[in-house]
């Protein structure tokens, strides 16, 4: 499976279990956009993914974290 900008609440669910460690809530864009980018899955352009998706990323995995 590839995971894309669209795939947020797989990305996030990922990003709880490979950074089990780190507190979503303080992560800030640009260690989260190279996180995105840096998993395994993950095959999109690294730019697409603009803030407002960042956003949703980090409130799903606010929500997996918990």
Do not use: H
């Amino acid at each position: 499976m590839s995971l894309k900008w669209v795939d947020v609440q797989e990305i996030a669910i990922q990003l709880a279990e490979s950074k089990p460690d780190v507190d979503p809530r303080y992560v800030n864009f640009v260690d989260l956009r190279n996180w995105v980018t840096q998993l395994p899955e993950f095959e999109d352009e690294r730019d697409r993914g603009g803030e407002k998706v960042l956003e949703a990323i980090q409130a799903l995995w606010i929500e997996e974290a918990d």
